[in-house]
Structures are given as structure tokens and as C-alpha cells.
């Protein structure tokens, strides 16, 4: 049997329109703090809101309800905001930790030979690792590459 999540943005009471709702009402107040061991980061509602929805509204324009995204981040905010935009337009997250440098990408070819996604949301840095070794993988030029931590052509309110 298999579980779609694709609708659930549409849901009275899903946490996207919890986010929605929270930064509406109280747009400075932490949503989330990341804790680095030499600094602490911090993503407000309003921070987090925004970029969830510039996120979700570059994979409508993919049409990607229903679909499988990929989430390859390091740990980081950067992971929260694709998250949080995968929920947004209605694509299904697959999280995965990205390759390690200078490490084959078997594992993450196996990642993408199983869940067959249709699109990767990552880093530029991990993107720039990913493309050095593409030419060399067929598996990796399956998927629609997305660095979000880049500035994305569509707006929020798309």
C-alpha cells in the first residue's frame, strides 16, 4: 500500500499552515536554533516561512506535488527551510546525508536508484561535489538538481 503525503499542505491543521500562522503572529520569535559548537544559529518564523515558500513555490513550477525530493544537506537550517518547502508544494521528502569528500557516490546512487526521485535539494558547495563526478553517473543525471541556499528565481508568494 503506498501513503501519499502529496495534499497535506492542504490540511486545516498541517504544520505548514502552523508555520503560516506562526509567522504571521509572531514573525521574530525563534523557530528553530542549530548549535554548531562554535556559534549558535537561529531561524525565526518569518525567516523560515519565507524561505520554506520561495522553496515550495520553485517546485510548483516543477510540478512536483506528489513527487519525491531528495533532501542532501549537511546538518543545518539550510535542511529545515528544504523540508519545510518540500511540505509546502506537496513533495514527498527523502532525507539523506550527502557524500563525503573525495568518497565514491554509490551510496548516493543506490539512495537514488531506490526512492527514484524525481529532484535533489541541496547545498551550491554539495552541488559542486555532486557535478564534479555527474559525467560519470547516469543515476545522478536522473534527477533535477536544486541548490536552495542559492538565491531562487521564484518569489515566496508564488
Known amino acids: 500500500m503506498e501513503i501519499s503525503f502529496g495534499k497535506i499542505y492542504m490540511t486545516g ?8 500562522e506562526r509567522a504571521n503572529e ?3 520569535v525563534c523557530a528553530y536554533t542549530y548549535l554548531t559548537g ?19 513555490a520553485h ?10 525530493a ?14 519545510y518547502g518540500c511540505l509546502a ?3 514527498i521528502a527523502v532525507p539523506a546525508y ?3 569528500m573525495n568518497r565514491s557516490l554509490g551510496r548516493l546512487e543506490a539512495i537514488i536508484d531506490d526512492a527514484r526521485p524525481k529532484f535533489a535539494l541541496t547545498t551550491e558547495q554539495v552541488l559542486r561535489q555532486i557535478r564534479e563526478h555527474a559525467a560519470e553517473s547516469p543515476v545522478l543525471s ?8 542559492q538565491p531562487l528565481p521564484e518569489s515566496a508568494d508564488a
Do not use: C, H, K
Request: hydrophobic content about 40%; aromatic content about 8%.
Open 142 to 149: 536522473r534527477v533535477d538538481w536544486i541548490a536552495t541556499d
Open 13 to 20: 491543521s498541517s504544520i505548514v499552515r502552523i508555520l503560516r
Open 98 to 100: 550527502p557524500p563525503r
Open 26 to 28: 509572531s514573525p521574530e
Open 59 to 68: 517546485l510548483q513550477q516543477r510540478n512536483a506535488a506528489g513527487e519525491r
Open 38 to 56: 562554535r556559534e549558535t544559529l537561529t531561524l525565526t518564523y518569518a525567516e523560515l516561512d519565507i524561505r520554506a515558500r520561495t522553496i515550495a
Open 89 to 91: 508544494a506537496g513533495a
Open 70 to 83: 531528495l533532501l542532501l544537506y549537511p546538518p543545518s537550517m539550510d535542511y529545515i527551510a528544504g523540508f
